[in-house]
């Protein structure tokens, strides 16, 4: 089946820091990656859908300027979180979709000290 | 709009039982619906999915899903649950734009020995 990548896996910053995380699709072409956060016992919060080429598209609520979402090409795409603050520490995940179907990534845990 | 819901939070099966979740979902044209597991720090996997055709689908690591329009609902079954199949169990919904996933809040599935 379709492989998703994510790096790192985990993530430990000072508050004020970016942090970087890639996002590859590893055996097929993904126009649209999709990255999400999910809080301990919760569901998945969609924050963005990137479209490789184009401007990410945010959900209501995630700051874009925040958040900065590259898709640069048909297997990556990147999610920078800027000026990282400890409530930002949380489980960040993303998929990439071929066809109707999502596949997603191993996720990467992010804390912010 | 559309949701997707998971009415039971957490569900504990003796292993060797049988496995029922259950998802019910609110749609206005015909689905494309997914169940997906997430084990501890891990990313999604798909178990399996259902866009048309048969409405008993097979999926992998022996769970299957009945997809019932009467009943608006997408229920997982596994005839014989093991230990490792122990985690969180999402059900979802393509939304009507098919641009991403509705997300139930999932069940968490213990299995006692």
């Known amino acids: 089946g379709a492989v998703v990548s994510q790096h790192p896996s985990r993530v430990i910053c000072k508050s004020g820091t970016s942090v970087k995380i890639e996002c590859r699709s590893l055996?097929?072409?993904?126009?649209?990656m999709f990255w999400y956060r999910q809080f301990p016992k919760q569901s998945l919060m969609l924050m963005a859908t990137?479209?490789?080429?184009?401007?990410?598209?945010?959900e209501q609520g995630v700051e874009k300027d925040k958040f900065l979402i590259n898709h640069a090409s048909l297997t990556l795409s990147t999610l920078t979180v800027t000026s990282a603050h400890p409530e930002d520490s949380s489980f960040y995940i993303c998929?990439?979709?071929?066809?109707?179907?999502?596949?997603f990534g191993p996720g990467t845990r992010l804390l912010v000290l | 709009a559309q949701s997707v819901t998971q009415p039971d939070i957490h569900i504990t099966v003796s292993e060797g039982a049988s496995l029922e979740l259950r998802c019910n979902y609110s749609?206005?044209?015909?689905?494309?619906l997914f169940w997906y597991v997430q084990s501890p720090g891990q990313g999604l996997q798909l178990l399996l999915k259902?866009?048309?055709?048969?409405?008993l689908v097979q999926g992998i690591k022996g769970f299957e899903a009945e997809f019932k329009r009467s009943q608006s609902s997408f229920n997982l079954r596994k005839p014989s649950v093991h230990w490792s199949d122990a985690a969180e169990y999402f059900c979802?919904?393509?939304?009507?734009?098919?641009?991403?996933?509705?997300f139930g809040k999932g069940t968490t599935l213990s299995v006692s020995s």
């Open positions: 998929s990439a979709r071929e066809e109707k179907t999502q596949y």
């Open positions: 055996d097929f072409q993904a126009t649209t």
């Open positions: 259902y866009f048309s055709g048969d409405t």
């Open positions: 990137s479209n490789e080429g184009s401007k990410a598209t945010y």
């Open positions: 979802a919904v393509i939304n009507q734009a098919g641009t991403a996933l509705i």
């Open positions: 749609y206005g044209a015909t689905p494309y």
